[in-house]
């Protein structure tokens, strides 16, 4: 159905478009003169032109190496090798420029919230969703560094020695966001980094770029310059010369593991170079004969098509034990038939645009792989293909040789493999490349303990009846093999941008009236036991 502008709810319209014509570097939003790049929907609606078409939303800056080198050093300078202001201000500091920057931001939710909508296709509730819980995140991170600060102010002593043990930061920080979620994991790794003292450099992700227009003055007006640098353009022209110079301490990147070694292998000095990755996944979904189908076939639905499967948690393969596989297929594949397509704001959509233009592409050939190799469609709408979108086929009975098993979809195609023994999903899990999830679907204790007791072994999160997913913020998340490297949760990501560093004194008269004198005069950032209620 072809959309015309009037028929999109007024609060939703693209009015105006948002040509982002500055940049933020060493805490002043400079003028871009530059060359732009246009940024379009896919969501495609009638023009003015009369033609149906992708929306124009607006331009961004494309940035190469001068920008790259510009933001870089202002990081730099910001931290000054441990000695510039933020890295040694007090921890009650910058916890209040992190206030100050999470009031503003609450204030444009509705922007950003419409933002996501266009330029990632993500629905209504779920871009809601989205804003919301990042506002959460940034809460819970600031009172989980509080209690950091207060598990640290205390000293400590071993064989005659004293220690005053704190955490302190790593460095500069280039940080690199997805394009799924490019407020929420965006900012799992930007506000962690930036509230443990480090500087930053961030440039957002290929979609989902203009909805961070909204947040710059809010950056610009918490920090002190230099301390958050946001840059635009392609990863090769901003990101690449940045590594080079061999001046990040902190690789911070959510996406494709290709992207991350690339990098890595640009950087001079890697032995140096600390690592905070979340990477791709394959999660497989296990079906047990006794597993409760009602339940499982909507964790299921969740599971692989929750933003039309393009989330790394997402259930990428469903094992399903023989003996129940075909009333599975049937009761499933008539799920996903009932799933309503349509645009982010109308009421009920579950599926919809897929912001890359060449992803309805790439399923097609997975679905016609697996075709030739002797798989169906199960379901009647499976593959039905638009403009901007590839309605979700359901592909049974998929097999190893087929591309959809071993690439990462990141999109709506859901391969469903049979089996007879529990060792071949187990053995399949753990031969894979990836490890970070998996959900586990079944009932008898008997067979599903020596089950978890393997697979915790094979992935970091074992889901049982229930789909895999990253939240509650609070619980870790990571992953094994090409999955992750560190650990992102609200208390590991502060431990992730730092290291653990303290002041050490031999327990004597002299030292000990130091110690006293510094405690009392306040004189040092570092050296206290002062308590953040």
């Known amino acids: 159905m072809k ?103 609450e204030k444009q939710r509705d922007v950003v919230v ?19 819980r990042t506002v959460e995140y940034i809460y819970d ?11 640290c102010a205390k000293f400590q002593k071993r064989d005659g020695v004293y ?117 791709e996944a394959k999660n497989p979904a296990i079906v047990l004969s006794d597993a409760d189908l009602d339940l499982t076939i909507d964790e299921c639905i969740a599971g692989t098509l929750s933003f039309n499967g393009q989330r790394c948690t997402a259930l990428k393969l469903v094992y399903v034990q023989e003996d129940i596989v075909a009333e599975f297929n049937k009761r499933f594949s008539e799920r996903v038939d009932a799933l309503k397509f349509g645009n982010p704001w109308e009421d009920g959509v579950k599926l919809t645009p897929l912001p890359e233009p060449g992803k309805p592409e790439y399923i097609q050939e997975l679905i016609d792989d697996a075709i030739e190799k002797g798989a169906k469609i199960l379901n009647e709408k499976g593959g039905e293909t638009t403009e901007n979108y590839i309605f979700p086929a359901v592909l049974y009975p998929v097999t190893k040789d087929m591309r959809v098993y071993k690439e990462e979809q990141f999109g709506p195609v859901i391969p469903v493999i049979p089996f007879k023994k529990i060792e071949e999903p187990i053995d399949d899990i753990a031969s894979s490349n990836y490890g970070q999830q998996v959900s586990l679907f079944g009932k008898d204790i008997r067979t599903i303990a020596p089950l978890i007791d393997n697979l915790v072994n094979l992935v970091c999160r074992v889901n049982l009846n229930s789909s895999c997913q990253r939240g509650p913020d609070v619980y870790p998340f990571t992953g094994r093999k090409d999955s992750a490297v560190s650990t992102l949760s609200v208390h590991d990501a502060l431990r992730s941008f730092s290291i653990r560093t303290f002041v050490a004194s031999k327990d004597t008269v002299y030292n000990n009236r130091i110690l006293e004198d510094l405690l009392g005069s306040k004189a040092s950032n570092f050296v206290s036991t002062d308590y953040i209620l």
């Open 3 to 105: 959309t015309q502008t009037t028929e999109i709810p007024e609060e939703f319209q693209i009015k105006k478009l948002l040509n982002q014509d500055t940049y933020l570097v060493n805490g002043q939003l400079k003028k871009w003169e530059g060359e732009s790049t246009p940024v379009y929907s896919s969501i495609h609606t009638i023009n003015k032109e009369g033609i149906y078409a992708p929306t124009l939303l607006g331009s961004i800056p494309y940035m190469s190496e001068p920008e790259a080198d510009e933001a870089l050093e202002a990081a730099c300078n910001a931290f000054d090798k441990g000695k510039g202001l933020w890295p040694t201000m007090k921890v009650a500091d910058r916890i209040e420029c992190m206030e100050r920057f999470v009031k503003q931001m």
């Open 163 to 279: 220690a005053h043990i704190r955490r302190g930061p790593l460095g500069v920080v280039l940080c690199l966001g997805p394009y799924n979620y490019p407020l929420n994991e965006t900012f799992a790794l930007l506000i962690p980094a930036i509230i443990m003292g480090n500087s930053t450099i961030f440039k957002p992700a290929k979609h989902g770029v203009l909805l961070i227009t909204p947040l710059l003055e809010a950056f610009k007006n918490s920090f002190p310059k230099g301390v958050v640098n946001i840059v635009f353009g392609r990863g090769r022209e901003v990101a690449a010369p940045i590594m080079q110079s061999g001046r990040i301490d902190v690789l911070a990147l959510i996406g494709n593991s290709k992207s991350a070694v690339a990098l890595q292998d640009q950087h001079p000095f890697k032995n140096r170079l600390r690592l905070v990755l979340g990477l």
């Open 114 to 132: 419409k933002y996501l909508m266009w330029e990632i296709g993500k629905n209504l509730p779920d871009s809601q969703k989205e804003f919301d």
């Open 141 to 151: 991170t600031i009172e989980e560094y509080k209690q950091l600060d207060r598990d």
